[in-house]
């Protein structure tokens, strides 16, 4: 499943999946929910986690841009200046 168009809507972001359907997620929860390191942080060899936030909530965080990766995630640029996070389609689908 891959969407077929993208739109900043206020404060949500808008999409239409190539099945027809339509999903909206709010551009908070988008960040709050990004899949970077810097937000979930990293795994070293023997499987300690290393940083990642304990911040859940990002009042007033808007997207400002968005990009393709490949064929398989989308990278969103947010006021705050993080931008680091790749949004697998799978992943965002199962957002909404």
Same mark, same amino acid.
């Given at each position: 499943?891959?969407?077929?168009?993208?739109?900043?809507?206020g =404060? %949500?972001?808008?999409? @239409?999946?190539n099945?027809?359907?339509?999903?909206?997620?709010?551009?908070?929860?988008l960040?709050?929910? &990004?899949?970077?390191?810097?937000?979930?942080?990293?795994?070293?060899?023997?499987?300690?986690k290393?940083?990642?936030?304990?911040? =859940? %909530?990002?009042p007033? @965080?808007?997207?400002?841009?968005w990009?393709?990766?490949?064929?398989?995630a989308?990278?969103?640029?947010? &006021?705050?200046?993080?931008?680091?996070?790749?949004?697998?389609?799978?992943?965002?689908?199962?957002?909404?």
């Amino acid at each position: 499943m891959h969407p077929t168009r993208l739109e900043l809507i206020g =404060t %949500e972001v808008a999409l @239409v999946w190539n099945d027809g359907t339509e999903q909206y997620i709010s551009m908070e929860k988008l960040r709050a929910a &990004s899949p970077s390191a810097e937000n979930t942080g990293e795994r070293d060899l023997v499987g300690n986690k290393i940083g990642g936030t304990t911040q =859940t %909530e990002f009042p007033g @965080v808007t997207v400002k841009d968005w990009r393709m990766v490949g064929g398989y995630a989308i990278q969103f640029d947010f &006021s705050d200046g993080h931008n680091t996070g790749l949004y697998t389609f799978d992943y965002l689908k199962a957002l909404g």
